[in-house]
């Protein structure tokens, strides 16, 4: 009798387009055309806070290299529960997943779907901010509408997450041309005496800095489906007994 037991494993249905439209489309979400304004008003001057804009992508950019690195030494999906289910046990994983599912989650995709909602009811209430029960009543209806999508069909929700993506990069692209050509054309006012007014305390340096990383929130997405992508890159991994068999014995000799 065959006692051989297949493992289940997920469909590699994510390709490359996929997996940047993954990370890119979800960076590229509604806290980049809300944060600014709070950004700048925590700060206190434009010089300041583009400082904060770019220590803030600096700083993903370090840790998105760490998470590249820990997909391809530990080829499984689910992202830093899976890491801390490997480092720090079941106890700790358990915690993270708890409070990720029940609350922080939860939080983040409500305030993204409520900004998009601001955006997209504001055409129709020119005049006026739209009613408040409006917001809520879009924000959960874009909420369900993707988790429709995403249970449907992973090929399905990566052509969303694509057109999206593109989408919000175009906008993106228009906003950056429009801001160049002001500056050719000597709108440079804000450039002048540029840190001036600047808030040098904890508590609006920490503001700033949270309302900037919380728009680069997403860099870490594609970990989550590790194991759905079609051709991972795989890095080879240099172990100690690798390095004893193909090196000379180290001393440590004074």
């Known amino acids: 009798m065959d006692t051989k037991t297949e493992k289940l494993n997920l469909k590699r249905e994510v390709g ?12 590229i979400g509604s806290g980049i055309f809300m944060t600014p304004q ?12 583009l400082v904060v804009w770019g220590c803030c992508g600096f700083l993903v950019i370090l840790v998105s290299f760490c998470y590249a690195e820990l997909g391809t030494v530990i ?9 801390i289910l490997k480092t720090s046990g079941p106890v700790v994983a358990f915690m993270l997943i ?18 998009f909602a601001q955006y997209a009811a504001a055409p129709f209430y020119s ?5 408040v029960l409006v917001v809520k009543c879009v924000a959960a209806a874009a909420i369900i509408v993707l988790a429709i999508v995403n249970c449907l069909n992973v090929r399905l929700s990566m052509s969303v997450q ?11 692209v228009v906003i950056i041309i429009g801001g160049v050509v002001m500056l050719i054309r000597g709108h440079n006012e804000n450039f002048e005496d540029s840190f001036e007014n600047t808030n040098v305390g904890i508590n609006p340096i920490g503001i700033a ?17 590790t194991e759905e992508l079609k051709r991972p890159e795989m890095k080879r991994v240099v172990s100690v007994d690798s390095w004893r068999d193909t090196q000379t014995p180290l001393s440590w000799e004074m």
């Open 38 to 49: 709070t950004v700048l008003a925590s700060i206190g001057s434009p010089g300041a806070s």
């Open 98 to 115: 708890f409070t990720s599912v029940l609350f922080v989650r939860p939080a983040g995709v409500a305030g993204i779907a409520l900004g």
């Open 162 to 172: 694509v057109f999206f993506m593109v989408t919000k990069v175009l906008v993106l």
């Open 75 to 83: 080829r499984e999906s689910g992202g830093e529960y899976i890491y």
């Open 16 to 27: 490359l387009m996929g997996a940047v439209s993954l990370i890119g489309g979800t960076m």
């Open 127 to 131: 005049d006026c901010h739209p009613p």
């Open 209 to 225: 800095f949270y309302q900037g990383l919380w728009s680069y929130d997403g860099w870490n997405n594609l970990n989550y489906v």
